[in-house]
């Protein structure tokens, strides 16, 4: 085991579970570190292992759709400017791309979406309160390929059971993936959990709010694959 792999093993007994990331000191840009800066006071939400009061929070009553994992944030932003009737919180661990979010919604002017800069699922588990949520969106996790990197995976029973208790009755999960075992790994963990039904027979096609990226659209011309898997919480 690897130096970083000691410190990670170390850090997961500190937290008490397996993390899906491991941050490293990636370079963080002159814009990236000005907007994280300007932007966390007044768009970002800090952890605190205390359920959020979401209507104070966006000061409305609105859908809320919880996105796990926003990358460089260009997806969320764009969702979250289409579909200004709902409400966006964006998880990301990874200080350049919660800079580059933020970024967006400066740039776009944004009211609907907020970030939080935390493990996902201390904050599914600590800050969402039950039934409060109208959607979770899953796209692209980390694959984790290698066999014995796999218990890393975020889609795993325990986290679907707790997100489903997140989501009000007919609330969905949404994940996409472009690796087919991980793929196909969850669909069979979203098919176990009693609480959600899927909406297709298997996957489904790519629903029309969930933006096609640019990696995306150069692996589909490549003859890549992308599975998009869609379930919906039971009334």
Not at 7 to 21: D, L, N, P, Q, Y
Not at 40 to 45: A, E, N, T
Not at 115 to 141: C, K, N, T, Y
Request: charged content about 25%; aromatic content about 8%; proline content about 6%.
């Amino acid at each position: 085991m690897s130096g970083a792999d000691d410190k990670a093993a170390a850090e997961e007994r500190r937290v008490g579970h397996i993390r899906s990331f491991v941050l490293r000191q990636g370079r963080v840009s002159d814009a990236q570190r000005r907007f994280h800066e300007q932007g966390m006071p007044h768009w970002g939400i800090p952890y605190q292992a205390v359920p959020l009061d979401l209507d104070a929070v966006f000061g409305r009553r609105a859908h809320r759709i919880l996105e796990i994992g926003c990358g460089m944030g260009e997806t969320t932003a764009t969702i979250a400017a289409k579909h200004p009737q709902n409400d966006y919180i964006g998880i990301e661990v990874h200080t350049p791309g919660v800079g580059s979010l933020l970024k967006e919604i400066a740039t776009r002017e944004l009211s609907n979406l907020r970030v939080i800069q935390h493990d996902a699922v201390e904050v599914v588990r600590d800050m969402i309160a039950p039934a409060s949520l109208s959607g979770i969106h899953v796209f692209f996790p980390d694959p984790w390929p290698k066999k014995r990197q796999q218990k890393r995976r975020l889609i795993q029973p325990d986290f679907v059971g707790l997100l489903a208790t997140r989501l009000a009755p007919s609330g969905y999960l949404h994940c996409a993936t472009d690796w087919e075992d991980y793929a196909l790994q969850i669909l069979q963990v979203l098919s176990a959990e009693s609480l959600l039904q899927n909406m297709a027979n298997g996957f489904t096609p790519r629903p029309p709010y969930r933006p096609q990226t640019k990696f995306e659209t150069r692996g589909l011309r490549l003859g890549h694959g992308v599975w998009d898997v869609l379930f919906r919480r039971g009334t």
